[in-house]
């Protein structure tokens, strides 16, 4: 079992960026599918972005893509979100997630069904 611990998380204005990171527990966590959810105030939890166990491949949802940036570095056991050019609709408490599936990597439903949580960072976006 892994156990993941966010940090980063922060009071930014619009238009700035913030870099989360999530530390993993364990020696096996190149063994684990990575990603990223969020979950605004009213709102269901979101896919923000998944990263494979090398690194090599990335996935995220379109309202993110060419703003936000996952990797990870299986050396430090850390999986990291750079958030650049932050919008208020960003703000929600992001959560990484992991998971052991062979599957899809980033197939949402292995992290919700399946996967290990930390306890979350708060983003908050001011316009």
């Known amino acids: 079992q892994v156990q993941l611990v966010e940090s980063g998380g922060g009071l930014v204005q619009a238009g700035g960026s913030l870099r989360l990171s999530c530390a993993a527990s364990?020696?096996?966590?190149?063994?684990?599918?990575m990603g990223w959810f969020r979950q605004a105030p009213g709102k269901e939890r979101e896919f923000v972005a998944a990263v494979s166990w090398s690194g090599s491949s990335t996935k995220y949802i379109d309202s993110v893509k060419g703003r936000f940036t996952i990797s990870r570095d299986n050396a430090k056991n850390t999986v990291y979100l750079q958030m650049n050019s932050l919008k208020p609709d960003d703000t929600a408490v992001y959560c990484c997630?992991?998971?052991?599936?062979?599957?899809?990597?980033?197939?949402?439903?292995?992290?919700?069904?399946?996967?290990?949580w930390g306890q979350g960072t708060q983003v908050t976006v001011s316009s």
């Open positions: 997630a992991a998971h052991l599936e062979r599957g899809t990597y980033y197939d949402a439903s292995y992290f919700l069904n399946h996967g290990y």
């Open positions: 364990g020696r096996t966590f190149s063994t684990y599918a």
